[in-house]
């Protein structure tokens, strides 16, 4: 048995989003059915229902900021109540079986990766997945947060599920807190939250921008100092002075200009895909100071879960600006502009208009 899904879907890398209705599954012994309520809009939603990563399964529908409401659970379900608030990430299903998802890494699954939210291949009924950009999901337990905020934060609680913990991750994994120099690379969707993040962590937080018009809003965030990466002289000034760095943009970019600025051991993770390689670094740099550059991915289940505890306890949820789904395509043009402060983020209510 199914149930009919409402949604919006673009059919191929050039047409528009437009009404689409789809099958979900039936509800399992162990599944969750949840009533979407919000979805965040992220870039990656936009790279894939324009296949600029290559690979689209169409219909897309896109979506894995997911906030909404219990409506149903299968007999073993032993953490959710119909009722409940929850929320569902980049990711619905694993292996389960390999040592990453064994570890609590699914997000790194070695058998056959992670099922994505939407663009993967659904576990269940074959097919492309589908995310939240619809009126439902039905999700495997294992695979849903427990969402703690308060309801009127709930829309800026969305972008938590891919924006929270893709900043979040590699924070504590490199272990920020009081008395490391942190920086964060990029002011956008992901920037901001990692701004947020590591201030409430109890780092020195120092905000890395290329506009100067972004100062007092990087402040207003949470950084203690805001660098202009632009000027030399700012940038200069820092040189050998960063435990860690967060760089979260996707374009290409100089990676030198900020590994030059990590202590000796300190590390730069990346959390930004480009859709063409960064120029080569500079050997030299790592080598004569033993630093690292590093790449990390969301996070499993259990960090996810984590982050949103974190985030309800330091009272932090993204800056958004709430959109009715009907304006999706013209969020993706403000979005390849950077024309938003800092993430876009569905009112699903607006799929019953």
């Given at each position: 048995?199914?149930?009919?899904?409402?949604?919006?879907?673009?059919?191929?890398?050039?047409?528009?989003?437009?009404?689409?209705?789809?099958?979900?599954?039936?509800?399992?012994?162990?599944?969750?059915?949840?009533?979407?309520?919000?979805?965040?809009?992220?870039?990656?939603?936009?790279?894939?229902?324009?296949?600029?990563?290559?690979?689209?399964?169409?219909?897309?529908?896109?979506?894995?900021?997911?906030?909404?409401?219990?409506?149903?659970?299968?007999?073993?379900?032993?953490?959710?109540?119909?009722?409940?608030?929850?929320?569902?990430?980049?990711?619905?299903?694993?292996?389960?079986?390999?040592?990453?998802?064994?570890?609590?890494?699914?997000?790194?699954?070695?058998?056959?990766?992670?099922?994505?939210?939407?663009?993967?291949?659904?576990?269940?009924?074959?097919?492309?997945?589908?995310?939240?950009?619809?009126?439902?999901?039905?999700?495997?337990?294992?695979?849903?947060?427990?969402?703690?905020?308060?309801?009127?934060?709930?829309?800026?609680?969305?972008?938590?599920l891919c924006a929270g913990?893709?900043?979040?991750?590699?924070?504590?994994?490199?272990?920020?807190?009081?008395?490391?120099?942190?920086?964060v690379v990029g002011l956008?969707?992901?920037?901001?939250?990692?701004?947020?993040?590591?201030?409430?962590?109890?780092?020195?937080?120092?905000?890395?921008?290329?506009?100067?018009?972004?100062?007092?809003?990087?402040?207003?965030?949470?950084?203690?100092?805001?660098?202009?990466?632009?000027?030399?002289?700012?940038?200069?000034?820092?040189?050998?002075?960063?435990?860690?760095?967060?760089?979260?943009?996707?374009?290409?970019?100089?990676?030198?200009?900020?590994?030059?600025?990590?202590?000796?051991?300190?590390?730069?993770?990346?959390?930004?895909?480009?859709?063409?390689?960064?120029?080569?670094?500079?050997?030299?740099?790592?080598?004569?100071?033993?630093?690292?550059?590093?790449?990390?991915?969301?996070?499993?289940?259990?960090?996810?879960?984590?982050?949103?505890?974190?985030?309800?306890?330091?009272?932090?949820?993204?800056?958004?600006?709430?959109?009715?789904?009907?304006?999706?395509?013209?969020?993706?043009?403000?979005?390849?502009?950077?024309?938003?402060?800092?993430?876009?983020?569905?009112?699903?209510?607006?799929?019953?208009?």
């Open positions: 048995m199914t149930s009919q899904a409402r949604a919006y879907a673009t059919q191929s890398s050039e047409t528009p989003f437009a009404p689409f209705s789809f099958d979900r599954r039936d509800v399992g012994p162990k599944d969750v059915s949840i009533e979407i309520l919000f979805c965040g809009v992220c870039h990656s939603d936009l790279h894939t229902a324009r296949s600029e990563w290559g690979g689209t399964l169409y219909p897309c529908v896109p979506g894995h900021e997911i906030v909404g409401r219990v409506t149903a659970v299968g007999a073993e379900v032993t953490r959710f109540a119909v009722g409940d608030i929850a929320g569902v990430g980049c990711m619905v299903d694993s292996c389960r079986h390999c040592p990453s998802c064994e570890a609590g890494e699914e997000q790194y699954c070695e058998t056959t990766g992670f099922v994505g939210t939407y663009g993967g291949v659904d576990p269940i009924l074959g097919g492309p997945s589908f995310g939240g950009y619809s009126d439902h999901i039905v999700v495997t337990e294992d695979f849903v947060l427990k969402i703690r905020h308060d309801m009127a934060d709930l829309a800026a609680v969305a972008p938590l913990i893709t900043t979040y991750s590699p924070l504590h994994h490199w272990n920020t807190g009081p008395g490391k120099k942190v920086g956008g969707g992901l920037g901001h939250m990692g701004v947020k993040i590591a201030a409430a962590m109890g780092a020195h937080v120092v905000a890395f921008t290329t506009s100067p018009a972004k100062r007092e809003d990087a402040l207003r965030l949470g950084a203690h100092e805001v660098v202009v990466s632009r000027d030399a002289a700012e940038m200069n000034a820092h040189v050998n002075s960063f435990d860690f760095i967060l760089n979260t943009v996707a374009a290409p970019h100089d990676l030198d200009a900020f590994t030059r600025l990590l202590k000796r051991d300190g590390t730069m993770t990346l959390v930004g895909v480009p859709g063409t390689p960064h120029p080569s670094p500079s050997v030299a740099n790592l080598i004569f100071r033993r630093r690292a550059i590093a790449g990390s991915l969301i996070g499993g289940i259990a960090e996810t879960q984590e982050m949103l505890d974190f985030c309800h306890e330091h009272n932090l949820t993204a800056d958004i600006e709430l959109i009715p789904i009907q304006y999706i395509d013209k969020a993706y043009d403000r979005m390849v502009g950077s024309d938003v402060k800092y993430r876009f983020v569905i009112d699903m209510a607006s799929l019953k208009g």
